[in-house]
């Protein structure tokens, strides 16, 4: 068989036969298969590398997960503080001042909303007075920067 005959069939030849002609090379003269070791080297540091690539790529994942789940820990609190800064404030003005819904009373007779706090956050406040039941809700919220797509809220309700 000619290099030209060669040639021909590898271009007709399968993938897997391919595969097998590039890591052996068939001897035309004895018609048997003989071991390329240049090809396999090449084959094990592919398949190696890969190995490798696709472990780091986990660890990383499971790394930026827990980091992703750290800051959310800390934007809760600072929206848990908002909340009862919110529910500190309604209660105090209410209950010290008189001063929430005095002319109108019923369902959501005082309405604040974003009102900011010191610690970054910000809290909405919901009032109703109704048959003597006083209901204060109050949820605070944190948001990490301006238009940022994560807001972490929490929230308290009060009945008295």
């Avoid at 750290?70 to 105090?92: C, K, N, P, Q």
């Avoid at 005095?102 to 610690?119: E, K």
Wanted: aromatic letters at 10%; charged letters at 20%; hydrophobic letters at 45%.
């Amino acid at each position: 068989m000619t290099n030209s005959e060669s040639r021909r069939n590898l271009q007709t030849a399968t993938p897997i036969e391919r595969f097998l002609h590039w890591v052996f090379l068939r001897d035309s003269d004895l018609g048997v298969w003989v071991y390329q070791k240049q090809g396999i080297t090449l084959l094990l540091v592919v398949v190696l590398l890969s190995a490798i690539l696709s472990i780091s790529i986990g660890i990383f994942n499971v790394v930026y997960g827990e980091f992703r789940i750290s800051g959310e820990v800390a934007d809760s609190f600072r929206a848990l503080y908002a909340a009862d800064e919110g529910i500190e404030r309604t209660l105090y003005r209410d209950r010290q001042d008189n001063a929430i819904c005095t002319v109108i009373q019923g369902v959501d007779c005082f309405v604040a909303v974003d009102v900011p706090v010191r610690s970054g956050g910000q809290y909405s406040v919901r009032v109703s007075k109704e048959g003597g039941v006083t209901a204060v809700v109050v949820a605070g919220q944190n948001r990490e920067g301006a238009n940022a797509a994560r807001i972490v809220k929490r929230g308290f309700q009060v009945r008295y």
